[in-house]
């Protein structure tokens, strides 16, 4: 495989000498959804802890004598199975094969069990098992998983299993750990990181949602925590491909060890125990808190010290090693003034991934799919051997898995009239992916990484997919003052005052200004919120049930906001000569619809298992069918709403390829 991410698409295109979509229906042959195995992650081979001494284990004719080893202090390491998909007590260590400039890189010392009689030393450094043994006695954990020792090296087809599942192993763990080597010497160094930790060194108006500054208070030292944070950050474990995977895929439970010098022991164990633990020579610090506060931090600082040169640049690098995306993401969009995660994770995931060193090239492929939790994989093995572009095996990837991308000439999304080919693949990606997403919920990053393209197929003609289309209709206006009967808070997540503006709008569906006229619509509004009233507390939801509720609190909401209308939508039949009644209620801003277009696709996709669930519901246009009937779409912008379409089957429609793609 050609190691090309460097290098711009338009090259690419020129190199190859054909359409850059024709490459991708090649890669596509690559793909299998078998590559991610729930099988391998049910039965996890671990380790833990058998004895602290061998030598009464090693009779005189084993080949581990005491000329090669010293059996004294040798600890054994044994094997056992379990199935982490159940709550399950393990460590998941994160480290890097080589060693550190200056650490200890002897081996032999530990033993592991082996599939024969014998006992074998392991491959894992002696310091990285000295570090993992103390953590788990602290943490009182027998079990612990490391890739080196846990995943057959030789058996090729096991290995590429293994690494497409690894990213479930640091999610299912209780305590995923990762060993850094950069060393924390001096008391100055200890209260800088603890305040920073603490989150005192930088000031945010919630009321306001200001930009991030600095507190006042700490500026002094504003230099001195840069300095320790690009000291921390230039661990080789923050530069490497698969530790990023771990530490995101671990999520909010990852721990990093940082090593600290003997004499700042009490100086730890004193009112900062609660931030860095009492483990004796390390520092337990939440990857996550960390990752957040040194971003805010770092964003704080590039917007107060512009043109500082070294040190601004340091904050770039920083972020670029340790940005957490909840904080790096967000921006305001000037016609709300709000503060919103409105992109998708993907395209930055795919930069971070590239920017950092993996061990073979094709090695990327996995470890983006195992972070966006793509169901459709690429045989990185296979792919390894061909002489077929890095950057197209990613693009191919992104689209196979349903992220959307802007395809259309221009109308009002975030798309350029002409992809930049000049670009390489991680700015096409961030420059051609939608990024006007709105989320319905707080937790804003995980639902815009399931606002996905359902069941892709790439084809001649573009991505292929399934969902149904919706054609706008007339605005329904309802009276905010109406009463209604008394509501409470529902279980499924529906607040009282969401509620009571359903019903209002149900009333004004059934008033006597539409008659029968929006029926089916009314009947279908009024069994959802019977639904949803008696929802009991530990009801499970569908996810497509969850989406529904979300998007019925969005409809609800927009009821009461004078900035955003209510459109009613009907399903496009297949056959032309059929029109349906409406069934769907869609929310636009007041300030666009004039602009709003005539069409909206909608799709949701219950995932199972490991599986990601997929929703979408995006303004199209429809420039017309192709030779066979299927109807083309331009993916426009994001659009909330609820809608009812039981009894109607998904349809196919096709995304074409941006124009670029096919010159």
Not at 78 to 93: E, F, H, K, M, S
Not at 202 to 218: K, Q
Request: proline share 4%; glycine share 6%.
């Amino acid at each position: 495989m050609r190691e090309d991410t460097d290098v711009s698409l338009g090259s690419i295109r020129q190199e190859i000498g054909r359409p850059i979509y024709s490459a991708l229906l090649e890669v596509q042959k690559y793909s299998t959804a078998e590559a991610m195995s729930v099988n391998w992650i049910r039965s996890l081979e671990l380790l833990y802890m058998k004895s602290d001494r061998i030598k009464n284990l090693l009779g005189p004719s084993s080949r581990h004598s005491r000329g090669n080893m010293q059996l004294t202090s040798g600890r054994l390491l044994g094997r056992t199975y379990i199935n982490p998909l159940a709550p399950r007590n393990y460590i998941a260590v994160s480290y890097l094969w080589n060693p550190a400039p200056g650490e200890d890189h002897s081996r032999g010392g530990y033993l592991v069990e082996s599939s024969t009689p014998r006992w074998k030393p392991s491959l894992v450094r002696d310091v990285v098992w000295d570090r993992v043994s103390k953590f788990a006695a602290y943490i009182a954990c027998p079990y612990f998983w490391v890739d080196r020792e846990c995943i057959n090296q030789k058996n090729k087809n096991e290995k590429e299993v293994a690494l497409q599942s690894m990213h479930l192993v640091y999610r299912h763990s209780d305590h995923p750990v990762a060993l850094l080597t950069k060393r924390i010497v001096c008391p100055e160094q200890l209260d800088l990181l603890a305040a920073l930790l603490s989150g005192s060194l930088v000031f945010d108006d919630e009321d306001t949602a200001p930009d991030l500054r600095l507190n006042p208070d700490t500026l002094g030292s504003a230099g001195r925590v840069l300095k320790l944070l690009g000291s921390i950050t230039s661990d080789q474990w923050w530069t490497r491909a698969w530790p990023f995977q771990e530490d995101y895929c671990a999520a909010t439970n990852m721990t990093l060890l940082i090593p600290h010098d003997a004499s700042l022991e009490d100086q730890k164990w004193g009112a900062k125990a609660t931030l860095f633990g009492d483990l004796e020579g390390e520092l337990c610090v939440n990857s996550a808190n960390f990752r957040e506060e040194a971003s805010r931090f770092c964003l704080a600082y590039k917007n107060e010290r512009q043109g500082q040169g070294r040190l601004e640049e340091m904050a770039g690098r920083i972020l670029q090693r340790a940005g957490k995306y909840t904080v790096t993401l967000q921006d305001r969009q000037a016609q709300d003034n709000v503060y919103a995660v409105r992109r998708s994770m993907s395209p930055s995931i795919f930069a971070d991934v590239g920017a950092r060193k993996a061990g073979r090239c094709s090695d990327r492929l996995a470890i983006v799919a195992n972070c966006c939790d793509y169901s459709e994989r690429l045989n990185t093995k296979k792919l390894q051997s061909s002489n077929l572009s890095l950057s197209l095996a990613l693009l191919t990837l992104y689209l196979l898995n349903g992220e959307i991308l802007m395809n259309g000439r221009g109308g009002g999304g975030s798309g350029s009239d002409i992809a930049p080919l000049n670009s390489t693949i991680f700015d096409f990606l961030k420059t051609q992916s939608l990024s006007n997403f709105s989320s319905p919920v707080r937790q804003q990053l995980t639902f815009i990484k399931s606002c996905r393209l359902v069941r892709v197929k790439l084809v001649e003609e573009g991505m292929q997919t399934q969902g149904h289309l919706w054609q706008l209709g007339p605005t329904i206006l309802v009276n905010v003052r109406r009463h209604v009967p008394w509501h409470r808070d529902s279980e499924s997540g529906l607040r009282k005052h969401q509620r009571r503006n359903l019903h209002r709008l149900l009333l004004e569906l059934t008033s006597q200004r539409y008659g029968t006229q929006y029926e089916d619509l009314a009947s279908s509004l009024d069994e959802f919120l019977e639904k949803d009233e008696h929802c009991a507390a530990g009801d499970e939801l569908s996810f497509s049930r969850r989406f529904q509720t979300w998007m019925a609190g969005e409809v609800a909401d927009a009821i009461s906001d004078r900035g955003k209308v209510l459109r009613l939508g009907r399903l496009v039949d297949s056959r032309q000569d059929i029109e349906h009644e409406y069934t769907g209620i869609f929310v636009h801003d007041a300030n666009r619809a004039g602009m709003a277009g005539e069409h909206i696709f909608t799709a949701s996709w219950d995932g199972k298992h490991e599986e990601i669930d997929k929703h979408v519901s995006l303004e199209v246009d429809v420039p017309g069918r192709n030779r066979s009937g299927v109807l083309t779409l331009e993916a426009k912008r994001w659009i909330n709403g609820l809608v009812f379409f039981q009894g109607h089957p998904r349809r196919s429609v096709i995304f074409p390829w941006h124009p670029s793609l096919t010159v």
